[in-house]
Protein backbone atom coordinates (compact mmCIF):
# COMPACT_ATOMS: atom_id res chain seq x y z
CA UNK A 1 0.00 0.00 0.00
CA UNK A 2 1.18 3.68 -0.80
CA UNK A 3 2.78 5.88 2.01
CA UNK A 4 1.33 9.24 1.79
CA UNK A 5 3.93 11.50 1.47
CA UNK A 6 3.15 14.06 4.49
CA UNK A 7 5.12 16.79 3.62
CA UNK A 8 5.42 19.14 6.96
CA UNK A 9 3.36 20.22 10.22
CA UNK A 10 1.14 23.00 8.63
CA UNK A 11 -1.42 24.02 11.34
CA UNK A 12 -3.24 24.42 14.39
CA UNK A 13 -7.07 25.33 15.13
CA UNK A 14 -7.22 26.52 19.18
CA UNK A 15 -10.30 27.52 20.48
CA UNK A 16 -10.04 30.87 22.64
CA UNK A 17 -12.29 32.30 25.51
CA UNK A 18 -12.15 35.63 24.84
CA UNK A 19 -10.60 36.75 20.97
CA UNK A 20 -9.68 39.79 21.88
CA UNK A 21 -7.39 39.29 25.00
CA UNK A 22 -5.97 36.27 22.37
CA UNK A 23 -5.24 38.89 19.23
CA UNK A 24 -3.41 41.18 21.71
CA UNK A 25 -1.31 38.53 22.65
CA UNK A 26 -0.91 36.67 19.15
CA UNK A 27 -0.91 39.45 17.11
CA UNK A 28 -0.11 42.81 18.98
CA UNK A 29 2.86 41.30 21.25
CA UNK A 30 4.16 38.40 19.43
CA UNK A 31 3.66 40.09 15.53
CA UNK A 32 1.66 37.11 13.92
CA UNK A 33 -0.11 38.81 10.95
CA UNK A 34 -3.49 38.35 10.36
CA UNK A 35 -4.30 37.03 7.07
CA UNK A 36 -8.32 36.62 7.30
CA UNK A 37 -10.81 37.79 9.47
CA UNK A 38 -14.43 35.97 9.81
CA UNK A 39 -16.89 36.97 13.08
CA UNK A 40 -15.54 34.51 15.48
CA UNK A 41 -12.28 33.75 13.96
CA UNK A 42 -8.90 34.83 13.30
CA UNK A 43 -6.46 32.82 10.76
CA UNK A 44 -2.99 34.02 11.02
CA UNK A 45 0.48 33.61 10.23
CA UNK A 46 4.33 34.23 10.38
CA UNK A 47 6.66 36.25 8.53
CA UNK A 48 7.58 33.53 6.33
CA UNK A 49 4.25 31.62 6.10
CA UNK A 50 2.40 31.80 2.68
CA UNK A 51 -0.42 30.04 4.52
CA UNK A 52 -2.21 30.49 7.78
CA UNK A 53 -0.64 28.44 9.85
CA UNK A 54 -2.94 29.11 13.07
CA UNK A 55 -6.22 29.97 13.69
CA UNK A 56 -8.23 31.39 16.87
CA UNK A 57 -11.97 30.08 17.28
CA UNK A 58 -13.50 31.78 19.82
CA UNK A 59 -15.24 28.77 22.00
CA UNK A 60 -17.04 28.41 25.74
CA UNK A 61 -13.98 26.31 26.38
CA UNK A 62 -10.62 26.41 25.49
CA UNK A 63 -8.82 23.41 24.03
CA UNK A 64 -7.41 22.43 20.48
CA UNK A 65 -9.77 21.47 17.46
CA UNK A 66 -6.94 19.55 15.41
CA UNK A 67 -3.40 20.06 14.64
CA UNK A 68 -2.89 19.43 10.67
CA UNK A 69 -0.10 18.38 8.13
CA UNK A 70 0.10 18.95 4.52
CA UNK A 71 0.97 16.10 2.11
CA UNK A 72 2.07 15.87 -0.95
CA UNK A 73 -1.03 15.91 -3.90
CA UNK A 74 -4.53 14.80 -3.64
CA UNK A 75 -3.36 11.69 -4.73
CA UNK A 76 -1.82 11.09 -1.13
CA UNK A 77 -5.12 11.72 0.91
CA UNK A 78 -6.77 8.85 -1.63
CA UNK A 79 -4.07 6.65 -0.32
CA UNK A 80 -4.57 7.85 3.27
CA UNK A 81 -8.42 7.21 3.81
CA UNK A 82 -7.48 3.47 1.89
CA UNK A 83 -5.15 3.12 4.67
CA UNK A 84 -7.47 4.04 7.42
CA UNK A 85 -10.00 1.68 6.14
CA UNK A 86 -8.07 -0.64 6.75
CA UNK A 87 -7.49 0.40 10.13
CA UNK A 88 -11.18 0.35 10.33
CA UNK A 89 -10.69 4.28 11.47
CA UNK A 90 -13.29 6.93 10.93
CA UNK A 91 -12.41 9.71 8.30
CA UNK A 92 -14.50 12.55 7.13
CA UNK A 93 -13.93 15.34 4.30
CA UNK A 94 -14.03 18.86 6.12
CA UNK A 95 -13.37 22.23 4.33
CA UNK A 96 -11.63 25.75 5.52
CA UNK A 97 -11.07 29.02 4.72
CA UNK A 98 -7.77 28.52 1.88
CA UNK A 99 -7.88 25.18 2.50
CA UNK A 100 -11.15 23.09 0.33
CA UNK A 101 -10.38 19.56 1.11
CA UNK A 102 -9.36 18.80 4.87
CA UNK A 103 -9.50 14.68 5.69
CA UNK A 104 -9.62 14.34 9.32
CA UNK A 105 -9.89 11.76 11.87
CA UNK A 106 -8.75 10.92 15.27
CA UNK A 107 -5.35 8.91 15.27
CA UNK A 108 -5.41 5.25 17.17
CA UNK A 109 -3.86 7.31 20.28
CA UNK A 110 -6.62 9.76 20.57
CA UNK A 111 -4.97 13.18 18.56
CA UNK A 112 -7.39 14.73 16.51
CA UNK A 113 -5.91 15.24 13.34
CA UNK A 114 -6.09 16.58 9.58
CA UNK A 115 -4.43 16.38 6.06
CA UNK A 116 -4.47 18.57 3.35
CA UNK A 117 -2.88 18.82 -0.37
CA UNK A 118 -4.54 22.17 -1.69
CA UNK A 119 -3.95 25.12 -0.02
CA UNK A 120 -4.48 28.76 -1.13
CA UNK A 121 -0.92 30.75 -1.35
CA UNK A 122 -0.04 34.50 -0.22
CA UNK A 123 3.13 36.02 -0.95
CA UNK A 124 5.12 35.70 2.24
CA UNK A 125 6.00 38.83 4.41
CA UNK A 126 9.61 37.52 5.24
CA UNK A 127 11.13 40.70 3.36
CA UNK A 128 8.49 43.42 4.20
CA UNK A 129 10.37 44.42 6.90
CA UNK A 130 8.31 47.44 7.57
CA UNK A 131 5.60 45.38 8.68
CA UNK A 132 7.54 42.92 10.83
CA UNK A 133 6.10 43.48 14.52
CA UNK A 134 6.72 42.34 18.35
CA UNK A 135 9.18 39.50 18.68
CA UNK A 136 8.95 38.40 14.22
CA UNK A 137 8.10 35.05 14.22
CA UNK A 138 8.95 33.42 11.34
CA UNK A 139 7.65 30.30 10.13
CA UNK A 140 5.70 27.40 11.88
CA UNK A 141 8.02 24.87 13.08
CA UNK A 142 6.43 21.91 15.12
CA UNK A 143 3.80 20.79 17.35
CA UNK A 144 4.91 18.42 20.95
CA UNK A 145 1.96 16.06 22.14
CA UNK A 146 1.53 14.59 25.35
CA UNK A 147 0.60 11.08 25.24
CA UNK A 148 0.39 7.98 27.76
CA UNK A 149 2.13 5.66 25.10
CA UNK A 150 5.17 7.75 23.65
CA UNK A 151 6.29 4.69 21.93
CA UNK A 152 3.25 3.60 20.10
CA UNK A 153 2.51 6.83 18.85
CA UNK A 154 5.77 7.16 17.40
CA UNK A 155 5.73 3.57 16.11
CA UNK A 156 2.57 4.55 14.02
CA UNK A 157 3.41 7.66 12.52
CA UNK A 158 7.05 6.06 11.88
CA UNK A 159 5.60 2.39 10.64
CA UNK A 160 2.67 4.12 8.14
CA UNK A 161 3.05 7.45 7.46
CA UNK A 162 7.29 7.44 6.98
CA UNK A 163 7.91 9.44 9.73
CA UNK A 164 11.86 9.15 10.83
CA UNK A 165 13.02 9.04 14.41
CA UNK A 166 15.77 12.32 15.42
CA UNK A 167 16.20 11.85 19.00
CA UNK A 168 14.45 10.07 21.88
CA UNK A 169 14.83 9.71 26.01
CA UNK A 170 15.30 6.30 27.33
CA UNK A 171 15.25 5.17 30.94
CA UNK A 172 17.59 2.47 32.26
CA UNK A 173 15.01 -0.19 31.38
CA UNK A 174 14.91 0.77 27.74
CA UNK A 175 11.24 2.02 27.97
CA UNK A 176 10.84 5.32 26.14
CA UNK A 177 9.50 8.20 27.73
CA UNK A 178 9.91 11.21 24.91
CA UNK A 179 10.52 11.48 20.83
CA UNK A 180 11.42 13.60 18.35
CA UNK A 181 10.05 12.39 14.64
CA UNK A 182 9.79 14.35 11.58
CA UNK A 183 9.60 14.41 7.88
CA UNK A 184 10.71 17.94 6.14
CA UNK A 185 14.37 17.49 7.22
CA UNK A 186 14.58 19.79 10.71
CA UNK A 187 14.98 18.00 13.61
CA UNK A 188 10.97 17.01 14.38
CA UNK A 189 7.51 18.13 13.10
CA UNK A 190 6.31 15.95 16.10
CA UNK A 191 7.47 15.81 19.29
CA UNK A 192 5.75 13.32 21.96
CA UNK A 193 6.26 13.81 25.72
CA UNK A 194 5.32 11.52 28.12
CA UNK A 195 2.20 12.01 30.63
CA UNK A 196 -1.62 12.29 30.92
CA UNK A 197 -3.07 12.44 27.53
CA UNK A 198 -3.45 12.31 24.56
CA UNK A 199 -2.91 16.63 25.12
CA UNK A 200 -1.34 19.40 23.42
CA UNK A 201 2.02 19.64 24.94
CA UNK A 202 2.94 23.08 22.59
CA UNK A 203 2.96 24.57 19.11
CA UNK A 204 5.88 25.79 18.21
CA UNK A 205 6.98 28.72 15.70
CA UNK A 206 10.56 29.47 13.58
CA UNK A 207 12.38 32.54 15.76
CA UNK A 208 14.79 34.08 12.88
CA UNK A 209 17.79 34.46 15.95
CA UNK A 210 18.55 33.96 19.71
CA UNK A 211 18.30 38.31 19.97
CA UNK A 212 14.38 37.69 18.82
CA UNK A 213 13.43 35.29 21.61
CA UNK A 214 15.18 37.82 23.81
CA UNK A 215 13.27 40.66 22.75
CA UNK A 216 10.03 38.45 23.24
CA UNK A 217 10.87 38.47 26.97
CA UNK A 218 11.69 41.84 26.86
CA UNK A 219 7.84 42.73 25.40
CA UNK A 220 5.88 40.44 27.88
CA UNK A 221 7.60 42.27 30.66
CA UNK A 222 7.06 46.36 28.95
CA UNK A 223 3.01 44.88 28.38
CA UNK A 224 3.35 43.88 32.20
CA UNK A 225 2.73 40.47 31.40
CA UNK A 226 6.10 38.65 32.79
CA UNK A 227 3.43 36.00 34.01
CA UNK A 228 3.30 34.47 30.42
CA UNK A 229 6.91 33.59 30.89
CA UNK A 230 7.12 29.77 31.70
CA UNK A 231 10.36 28.64 31.17
CA UNK A 232 13.57 29.90 29.69
CA UNK A 233 15.18 31.85 27.41
CA UNK A 234 17.68 28.48 27.86
CA UNK A 235 19.18 25.99 25.48
CA UNK A 236 17.84 21.89 24.91
CA UNK A 237 20.13 19.48 24.88
CA UNK A 238 17.64 17.42 22.67
CA UNK A 239 17.33 19.52 19.57
CA UNK A 240 20.56 22.18 20.31
CA UNK A 241 17.98 24.61 19.90
CA UNK A 242 17.50 27.82 21.56
CA UNK A 243 14.26 28.22 23.50
CA UNK A 244 11.74 30.42 25.40
CA UNK A 245 7.82 28.75 26.68
CA UNK A 246 5.03 31.21 26.91
CA UNK A 247 1.68 30.74 27.82
CA UNK A 248 -1.53 32.23 26.26
CA UNK A 249 -4.54 33.63 27.58
CA UNK A 250 -6.03 30.44 27.82
CA UNK A 251 -3.34 28.65 29.49
CA UNK A 252 -2.07 27.48 25.55
CA UNK A 253 1.50 26.79 25.57
CA UNK A 254 3.69 28.54 22.88
CA UNK A 255 7.41 27.56 22.29
CA UNK A 256 9.64 30.22 20.26
CA UNK A 257 12.49 28.01 18.82
CA UNK A 258 15.70 28.19 16.93
CA UNK A 259 18.60 27.18 16.30
CA UNK A 260 18.33 23.49 15.52
CA UNK A 261 20.07 21.24 13.48
CA UNK A 262 19.54 19.71 9.79
CA UNK A 263 18.73 15.84 9.68
CA UNK A 264 18.69 15.45 6.25
CA UNK A 265 21.88 14.00 5.74
CA UNK A 266 22.00 10.30 5.33
CA UNK A 267 24.78 9.76 7.57
CA UNK A 268 22.44 11.16 10.14
CA UNK A 269 21.11 8.25 13.18
CA UNK A 270 19.09 8.99 15.91
CA UNK A 271 20.55 10.72 19.14
CA UNK A 272 19.68 8.62 22.36
CA UNK A 273 19.00 11.16 26.00
CA UNK A 274 19.08 9.40 29.45
CA UNK A 275 15.85 10.57 30.84
CA UNK A 276 17.60 12.25 33.96
CA UNK A 277 20.47 13.37 31.97
CA UNK A 278 20.32 16.96 33.24
CA UNK A 279 21.93 18.82 29.94
CA UNK A 280 18.58 16.95 27.79
CA UNK A 281 15.94 19.52 28.89
CA UNK A 282 18.15 22.40 29.50
CA UNK A 283 22.10 22.10 27.95
CA UNK A 284 23.04 24.77 30.58
CA UNK A 285 21.68 22.44 33.40
CA UNK A 286 18.38 24.91 34.57
CA UNK A 287 15.95 22.71 36.09
CA UNK A 288 12.68 22.56 34.17
CA UNK A 289 9.16 24.33 36.22
CA UNK A 290 6.61 21.28 37.04
CA UNK A 291 4.08 22.79 35.14
CA UNK A 292 5.84 22.38 31.87
CA UNK A 293 5.59 17.71 32.37
CA UNK A 294 2.10 18.50 33.99
CA UNK A 295 0.23 20.99 32.16
CA UNK A 296 -1.21 20.62 28.27
CA UNK A 297 -4.52 21.94 26.10
CA UNK A 298 -7.31 19.74 26.04
CA UNK A 299 -7.73 18.08 22.22
CA UNK A 300 -11.53 17.82 20.53
CA UNK A 301 -13.06 14.47 20.20
CA UNK A 302 -13.54 13.05 16.38
CA UNK A 303 -17.51 12.92 17.90
CA UNK A 304 -17.66 16.12 19.49
CA UNK A 305 -16.29 16.77 23.50
CA UNK A 306 -13.05 16.52 24.67
CA UNK A 307 -10.70 13.69 24.33
CA UNK A 308 -10.40 12.32 27.64
CA UNK A 309 -6.61 12.25 29.08
CA UNK A 310 -5.15 9.23 30.75
CA UNK A 311 -2.54 8.27 33.12
CA UNK A 312 0.67 6.95 31.62
CA UNK A 313 2.02 3.51 33.14
CA UNK A 314 5.20 5.57 33.22
CA UNK A 315 5.25 7.57 36.53
CA UNK A 316 7.49 10.21 37.86
CA UNK A 317 9.52 13.12 36.26
CA UNK A 318 13.17 13.37 36.04
CA UNK A 319 15.09 14.29 38.32
CA UNK A 320 15.98 18.26 37.47
CA UNK A 321 12.44 19.71 38.28
CA UNK A 322 11.94 22.93 40.32
Given at each position: ??????????????????????????????????????????????????????????????????????????????A?????D??????????????????????????????????????????D????????????????????????????????????????????????????????????????????G????????????????????????????????????????????????I?????????????????????????????D??????????K???????????????????????????????????
Amino acid sequence: MQTPNTIRIAHGIFYVTDLAASRHFYVDLLGLNVLHETEGALYLRANEDREWTLKLELAPEAGVKHLAYRVGTDADLDALTAFLDTQGIPWRWETELDRPRLLRFQDPYGVPVAFYAQSVKHPWLLQDYHLHRGAGLQRIDHINVMTPDVEGVMRWYMDHLGFRLSEYTEDDHGRIWAAWIQRRGSVHDLALTNGMGPRLHHFAYWMPDMQSIIRTCDILAGARMPEHIERGPGRHGVSNAFFLYIRDPDGHRIELYTCDYLTVDPDFEPIRWHLDDPRRQTLWGAKTPKSWFEEGSLLEAYEGGWVQPRESDLKGLPVHVI
